[in-house]
């Protein structure tokens, strides 16, 4: 008995896509999205911006930040703490004086009230922006640098300010609290900084 084969075969999942840890933007890739918020008046992505850098937060955290969660009375604060929907523990954060100065703008253009969210989505069915929509905002700004936004996500917001601090410090374990990691595995492997520090050991050693 004959048995028919499919002609067709199916396309890996993966071809043509990068897989693995989205890339964290450099220090002039950031200035770089920066200066073209600036300049084109998008004051609420340059808040959103900026608080993404700053927090080092998930993207679910991130869009459901309420104006108290980081202020009182309309002033902003220099450090928020906030409770992880992931792993329901606090982690804190630095608001630095260019994040308070964007947020500010952006709460005086839309008069937003202590607790209304900060960045309120223009859809019925959520009260504050979508994680996917968040992705979208990110995929803009990689692609207003000419970046390829398949190498860069939302995580790469959470990972770029972190990824600078251990590069600049080597302090793994300030790292791992600034991420509101439980495990210190676990900020190795999200930072990828064995590899790294195994190459850059490498390349400072000719045989």
Known sequence: MK???NSKIAKPWNKGRLIGQKLPLKLNEIWAI???????GHDRDLALFNLAIDSKLRGCDLVRLR??????????????????KKTNRPVQFEITTQTRASIE???AKTNLKA??????????????LSTRQYARIVAGWVRSI???PSAYGTHTMRRTKATLIYRRTKNIRAVQLLLGHTKLESTVRYLGIEVDDALEIAEQTEV
Request: proline content about 2%; hydrophobic content about 35%.
């Open 146 to 148: 000419e970046l390829d």
């Open 115 to 128: 607790s209304d969210y900060l960045f309120q989505s223009r859809m019925k069915k959520s009260p504050h």
């Open 3 to 5: 048995t028919r084969h």
């Open 105 to 107: 703008a952006w709460v």
């Open 67 to 84: 104006l108290c969660d980081i202020g009182q009375g309309g002033n902003i604060g220099t450090r928020a703490i906030v409770m992880q």
């Open 34 to 40: 920066r200066i073209r918020l600036q300049l084109s």
